[in-house]
């Protein structure tokens, strides 16, 4: 599906382009999307991977991966039962489904990669993606979202007198397509249409013959069991969690402390610690969400490293060699970068969005759908940066508190750029044939949106 998907949109790309007069365009875009390939996207995300992969080995080395899978074993065992238990993706799953919910990006997408690399090792037929990559990949593009930080942010920027007021819409609309995506990929699986066909597993090498698979050599050495926690150990963790518990009170009630702080010559020189700006505008439920959001990544990668040390492992020595292992997995992406970041650049760039856009109008506008939101909904899938930059240009032209702007901010905080996504987990481990992944993803996509428009609209209307 994806052979004929890519060629399509070339094929629309230059055809379209050619009736628009948009042929530079196209082979303007088709240019700096292969460079975006590497300088924009690969080089960032092997630094991140880097990043993650090395606390990732602190954490799988100390037990905390694996405390977790045990955690969330009986959900796992549902939607994953071809993994044995106890396997690694497991654990790098369960982190990637934590990264997302809470608007992680930059560490759901290095933890996921590594998820795809341990369930590959245990694909059959390599170059065909199994039911339990689909499931995963229609999680990651189905994700609930607690935090939309990115959408919040757009709104603040543009004077919102409430930024946060999406976060319960884009919660209710995340689930219902997370409730989409886990459907439709469990019955789509059995549909004749996407099963596994003989000629895949005959044709396929071996796994350990095969190029993408992850080579025994590329997986970084077992270390020794870590050692029981000390006495002593255990109260440096109290201490750690106690210190991290009143950094978080101190942000929640960092209002009255100020006022206290000006009403008492004992509080006038007392050091506070400095809300973001983000934050400061923000009250109740919606400031604990943006605190947790805040606080989240500086406590897993001090946590991860703090738990390991206590365990007598060597924390930088493990990390370094965790983190030579998300530059392979970065380079290894390029191509299937390159492929579908060309495609969908040559495809927007020949106005393919807007005249979809105009065909569909006629279609959805009695159902309620604004035509303003058609390019929004039909670039999502395809681009991360289009979609911000069309979201970004709604919010300033309808103003940031107005219903639009609010749909808006819960389409991009309920769906996925399900292309991107399936390109980068795919290429990690050389997927060829990813099945109903695609189509999942889109159906999630879809009822994101379509709840989106719907919530608001019994919201803010």
């Known amino acids: 599906m994806l052979n004929i998907l890519w060629l399509g949109l070339l094929l629309v790309a230059v055809f379209l382009g050619g009736f628009t007069g948009r042929m530079e365009a196209v082979t303007s875009g088709a240019f700096s999307a292969a460079r975006d390939a590497l300088m924009v996207v690969a080089l960032p995300l092997a630094g991140l991977m880097g990043l993650w992969l090395g606390f990732l080995r602190l954490a799988e080395l100390s037990g905390i991966v694996e405390g977790l899978a045990r955690l969330l074993h009986p959900l796992l065992r549902r939607l994953f039962p071809e993994v044995p238990e106890g396997h690694p993706a497991m654990g790098a799953m369960v982190l990637n489904m934590a990264a997302n ?20 090792t245990l694909n059959p037929h390599p170059g065909t993606a199994t039911n339990a990559m689909c499931t995963f990949l229609a999680i990651n593009t189905s994700s609930i979202q607690l935090i939309p930080a990115t959408a919040i942010a757009v709104l603040a920027a543009q004077g919102s007198k409430q930024p946060t007021a999406v976060l319960g819409t884009a919660l209710l609309a995340s689930t219902c397509a997370a409730i989409a995506g886990i459907t439709a990929v469990k019955l789509l699986q059995r549909l004749p249409l996407f099963a596994i066909k003989p000629e895949d597993l005959s044709s396929s090498p071996p796994a350990a013959a095969s190029p993408q698979a992850p080579l ?13 926690m000390s006495a002593r150990g255990r109260v440096m963790l109290l201490l750690y969690f106690t210190l991290f518990a009143l950094m978080a009170a101190l942000l929640l009630c960092h209002d009255s402390l100020q006022d206290w702080q000006k009403n008492s010559s004992l509080l006038a020189h007392l050091p506070l610690p400095q809300l973001p700006e983000s934050l400061q505008n923000q009250t109740g439920f919606s400031r604990a969400l943006g605190v947790v959001s ?42 299937y970068l390159t492929a579908i970041l060309v495609g969908v650049r040559m495809f927007r760039e020949a106005g393919a969005i807007e005249w979809l856009a105009k065909l569909l109008a006629p279609v959805l506008g009695p159902l309620g759908i604004s035509a303003d939101l058609l390019p929004l909904i039909l670039v999502r899938p395809l681009s991360g940066s289009a979609t911000t930059g069309l979201f970004t ?42 099945r109903h992944a695609l189509a999942t993803g889109l159906i999630a996509d879809a009822t994101g949106a379509l709840a989106s428009i719907l919530i608001c609209r019994w919201m803010f209307a």
Do not use: H
């Open 216 to 228: 025994p050599s590329e997986e970084p050495p077992a270390a020794p069991a870590p050692a029981p």
């Open 393 to 434: 240009e709604l919010v300033t032209r309808f103003g940031p508190d107005e219903l639009i702007s609010r749909t808006a901010a819960t389409i991009y905080g309920s769906t996925e750029t399900t292309f991107y996504v399936l390109a980068v987990y795919f290429g990690a481990v050389g997927i060829r044939k990813g």
């Open 101 to 120: 919910m809470l608007g992680l990006g930059n560490a759901a997408t290095p933890l996921g990669l590594r998820a795809m690399r341990c369930l590959e």
């Open 294 to 335: 805040l606080l989240a990544v500086p406590f897993l990668l001090s946590f991860f490293a703090l738990y390991a040390f206590l365990r007598q492992i060597k924390v930088y020595d493990e990390f370094v060699t965790g983190a030579k292992e998300g530059w392979q997995v970065a380079m290894r992406i390029i191509p």
